[in-house]
C-alpha cells in the first residue's frame, strides 16, 4: 500500500512539473532589432533611414509591428514603415504600424524613415525610435529602441516584462524539477541497496 502511495505522489509531482514546463516553454522570446547605419540629420524636413527585423519564436498570425518617436519636442513627427521584406510600400500604405504574419525561426525584415515636422519650433539633436511587436491579442511580444543623436548612436534591443518573467518561471521549473528527479533517483538507488543487503 505504501509502495502504490508513493508511485502515485511521485506521479503527480512530475505532472505538476511537466505541466507547468510546458506553458512557459511555449513563450520563448521572439527577438527585435531596429538600427541605423548613416548619420542623421536634424533640419526641419528632412528624413532619417533606419531598418530592423523581427524573428518570431513561434507562429504569430496577424502580429501588429509598431513604430513611435520621442524627440523631446511637442511634435516628433512621424516613423514610417517604407520596406517590408524587401517590397516597398507604395505612398498612401507607409504607416506607422503594419500587421504581419510573422513564422517561427524567420526573420522579417524592414526599412523606414523618420519625417521630421516642416517647421521646427524646437532645436532638436537626439530621438528615440521604439519598435514594438504584439500578437494579435494585443500581447506585446518583443521591444526594440533605436537611440541616435548628440555623438554617437546605438541600439538597444529587449524584451518585455511578461517575457522575461516567464523565462525566469521556466528556469525556476527546470531547477526545482531537477531537484525532485535528483531526490526520486536518490530514494529509488538507496531502496534497491537495502533490499540487495537484505
Known amino acids: 500500500m505504501r509502495s502504490g502511495m508513493k508511485k502515485a ?6 505532472c505538476i512539473f511537466f505541466c507547468g514546463i510546458c506553458p512557459c516553454s511555449a513563450l520563448g522570446l521572439t527577438e527585435a ?5 548613416e548619420e542623421w540629420v536634424w533640419e526641419a524636413g528632412s528624413v532619417n533611414s533606419f531598418q530592423g527585423n523581427v524573428t518570431a519564436d513561434q507562429d504569430y498570425q496577424d ?7 520621442e524627440s ?10 517604407m520596406v517590408v521584406n524587401g517590397k516597398k510600400l507604395k505612398i498612401r500604405k507607409r504607416s506607422s504600424s503594419i500587421t504581419e504574419d510573422l513564422s517561427a525561426g524567420e526573420a522579417l525584415s524592414f526599412e523606414g524613415g523618420w519625417y521630421l515636422p516642416e517647421t521646427l519650433e524646437e532645436t532638436v539633436s537626439q530621438a528615440e525610435i521604439t519598435l514594438r511587436v504584439q500578437d494579435s491579442s494585443g500581447r506585446e511580444i518583443a521591444v526594440s529602441t533605436l537611440k541616435a543623436g548628440t555623438g554617437a548612436e546605438e541600439v538597444q534591443s529587449g524584451e518585455p516584462a511578461v517575457a522575461r518573467m516567464n523565462l525566469l ?16 533517483g536518490r530514494h529509488l538507488f538507496l531502496r534497491q541497496r537495502s ?3 537484505v
Open 9 to 14: 505522489a511521485v506521479l503527480f509531482i512530475l
Open 33 to 37: 532589432e531596429i538600427s541605423s547605419s
Open 63 to 69: 502580429a501588429v509591428l509598431t513604430l513611435s518617436v
Open 72 to 81: 523631446g519636442m511637442e511634435n516628433s513627427g512621424e516613423a514610417l514603415f
Open 169 to 184: 518561471i521556466l528556469i525556476l521549473f527546470v531547477c526545482a524539477g531537477a531537484v525532485w528527479l535528483l531526490a526520486i
Open 195 to 197: 533490499r540487495k543487503a
